[in-house]
């Protein structure tokens, strides 16, 4: 993962948006289930480590890159991120689109932050169907999106989901900041009561969702596949297992170096 603060990421993004002709950039937000579903799941396991960013979205990571590490860490998890450039944009004036969710928490998302941040410019929102676009739909969406060039696109399909969209997308669309963002469309549209700060910064934020409305959904998630995260990393810091660190990142200019570093 990245050791990344938030005055890092306003930097890169910052210069990432300057230039509207090149590729979008992407920030991966990965916690513990991306990791253990990328364990299996090759493709999943490229993308997150070619993201820009790879952010730790989840305070044990924080925690670990900050004491055992030695480094500056934020949380880069999706909803926070999104509220802190959306407050960023006070300054910069970034441009939104919001793409996921259904099309009711899609619309609601948008007008909650219209209004908690006034200032704040959603250019489009677009609930795609719950099914694979055709070849002509895809293409009007992406021709849509050039046309209203925004900064930042909030991509909201769930995991693996959106993490495949983004892939297919960073050199159909250009000049973006795309970001996975997941629940943040259910949090922010108002179908999920989002953890507290003080839980979100405790490391417990799992359980206070494990313990919501979408138990059946995520029991899995924070049972089956933490424990298959935790195995592994196990494995890994006792020695017994080596995970080779891949660099590799999607071609930048010359003047926009990547982040090295990713995912064991």
Same mark, same amino acid.
């Given at each position: 993962?990245n050791?990344?603060?938030?005055?890092?990421?306003?930097?890169?993004?910052?210069?990432?948006?300057?230039?509207?002709?090149?590729r979008?950039?992407h920030i991966?937000?990965?916690n513990?289930?991306?990791?253990?579903?990328?364990?299996?799941?090759k493709?999943?396991?490229?993308?997150?480590n070619?993201?820009?960013?790879?952010?730790?979205?989840?305070?044990?990571?924080?925690?670990?890159?900050? +004491?055992?590490?030695?480094? *500056?860490?934020?949380?880069? %998890?999706a909803? &926070?991120? !999104?509220?802190? @450039? $959306?407050?960023?944009a006070?300054?910069?004036?970034?441009?939104?689109y919001?793409?996921?969710?259904?099309?009711?928490?899609?619309?609601?998302?948008?007008?909650?932050?219209?209004?908690?941040?006034?200032?704040?410019?959603?250019?489009?929102?677009?609930?795609p169907? +719950?099914?694979e676009?055709? *070849?002509?739909?895809?293409? %009007?969406?992406v &021709?849509? !999106?050039?046309? @209203? $060039?925004?900064?930042i696109?909030?991509?909201?399909?769930?995991?693996?989901?959106?993490d495949?969209?983004?892939?297919?997308?960073?050199?159909?669309i250009?000049?973006?900041?795309?970001?996975?963002?997941?629940a943040?469309?259910d949090f922010?549209?108002?179908?999920?009561?989002?953890?507290?700060?003080?839980?979100r910064?405790?490391?417990?934020?799992?359980?206070?969702?494990?313990l919501?409305?979408d138990?059946?959904r995520?029991?899995?998630?924070?049972?089956?596949?933490y424990?298959?995260?935790i195995?592994?990393?196990?494995?890994?810091?006792?020695?017994?297992?080596?995970?080779?660190l891949s660099?590799?990142?999607?071609?930048?200019?010359?003047?926009?170096?990547a982040i090295?570093?990713a995912?064991?």
């Amino acid at each position: 993962m990245n050791p990344v603060t938030y005055s890092d990421l306003f930097t890169k993004i910052d210069r990432w948006t300057a230039n509207k002709e090149q590729r979008s950039h992407h920030i991966a937000c990965v916690n513990a289930y991306n990791i253990a579903l990328s364990l299996s799941n090759k493709e999943l396991k490229r993308i997150y480590n070619g993201a820009d960013i790879v952010g730790a979205d989840g305070m044990p990571f924080v925690r670990w890159i900050r +004491f055992f590490n030695k480094e *500056q860490c934020d949380r880069i %998890a999706a909803p &926070d991120t !999104i509220l802190a @450039l $959306a407050e960023h944009a006070k300054e910069k004036s970034y441009t939104f689109y919001l793409y996921g969710g259904a099309p009711d928490v899609c619309v609601k998302m948008k007008e909650f932050l219209e209004a908690r941040f006034p200032h704040i410019n959603i250019v489009g929102h677009y609930s795609p169907p +719950f099914r694979e676009l055709t *070849q002509e739909e895809d293409d %009007a969406i992406v &021709d849509e !999106i050039n046309r @209203l $060039a925004p900064d930042i696109i909030c991509v909201g399909l769930g995991t693996p989901k959106q993490d495949y969209w983004i892939d297919t997308h960073l050199y159909k669309i250009k000049g973006s900041v795309m970001i996975a963002s997941g629940a943040t469309f259910d949090f922010f549209g108002g179908r999920i009561k989002m953890a507290p700060k003080f839980i979100r910064l405790s490391g417990f934020e799992w359980l206070y969702r494990l313990l919501g409305k979408d138990f059946k959904r995520l029991w899995k998630r924070y049972t089956v596949m933490y424990a298959v995260f935790i195995y592994n990393f196990m494995l890994q810091k006792s020695g017994l297992v080596k995970y080779h660190l891949s660099t590799q990142k999607h071609p930048e200019p010359a003047e926009s170096p990547a982040i090295s570093g990713a995912l064991a």
